[in-house]
């Protein structure tokens, strides 16, 4: 089962401007992570949160992690073409072992050149 | 160092028949676990194994199995087909050398079609 859901479910841009995606959870987590996949291809793994966290910065991305609300979002910053791609928020629960994450549904943002 | 590697990339079955998929993960990372990724459903955890172990387990039917070799390679089977397998099956692998906060690394998936 999904831990919760992302939003917007899909998400169309021009190349520059700014993408928000958010997701909201239901559990206790441990971390979150965000991953990136292009065209039903395998998951690229961007940023990793940990709960005592609130804000990450990668680059052109940053997170942002609000327990209390158990909600993330994920900012790109002066968007590419080659952003476009699905996107998954993922997180650890608390108690689970390393290995098992649960998904969101995802993001589908398409950057247009 | 060598990323996740899942073989083969595609793969056509029949209702019925059984497969088994491969996953070598990154070198040094004895955990590696199993996610279905279909439409309807999205992303779903199989299963973990650590040190040949099964560690966690998601909500599927008994027809879907693994193990994992001592060389932390892993398979996953499904035995008796049916056209809802069909799906991008991924593997991932993390460490757990440095504590709880691990991310994981995919692989490329295997396309399972089931006709």
């Known amino acids: 089962s999904q831990q919760g859901e992302e939003d917007p479910q899909a998400l169309s841009i021009q190349e520059g401007e700014n993408a928000t995606m958010n997701c909201s959870y239901k559990t206790s987590i441990n971390n979150l992570q965000w991953y990136r996949q292009n065209s039903g291809r395998g998951l690229v793994h961007l940023i990793l949160i940990r709960s005592n966290e609130r804000e990450k910065h990668s680059g052109r991305l940053r997170v942002t992690l609000d327990t209390s609300k158990k909600s993330s979002s994920l900012l790109i910053t002066a968007s590419r073409a080659a952003d476009t791609a699905s996107y998954f928020c993922?997180?650890?629960?608390?108690?689970?072992?390393?290995?098992?994450?649960?998904f969101g549904q995802g993001t589908i943002l398409t950057v247009h050149p | 160092k060598a990323g996740v590697t899942q073989t083969p990339r595609y793969l056509i079955k029949t209702r019925g028949q059984q497969v088994t998929l491969s996953c070598s993960p990154i070198s040094g990372h004895r955990s590696v676990s199993w996610y279905q990724q279909t439409p309807g459903q999205g992303l779903q955890f199989l299963f973990e194994y650590f040190s040949e172990t099964q560690r966690n387990k998601g909500n599927f039917p008994g027809r879907f199995s693994g193990r994992q070799f001592s060389n932390s390679r892993s398979e996953m089977n499904v035995s008796t087909l049916e056209l809802g397998d069909s799906a991008l099956y991924l593997c991932a692998s993390t460490t757990t050398a440095t504590g709880i906060y691990n991310e994981q690394f995919f692989g490329p998936g295997t396309r399972l079609t089931v006709l």
């Open positions: 993922a997180t650890r629960e608390d108690g689970t072992s390393y290995g098992k994450l649960t």
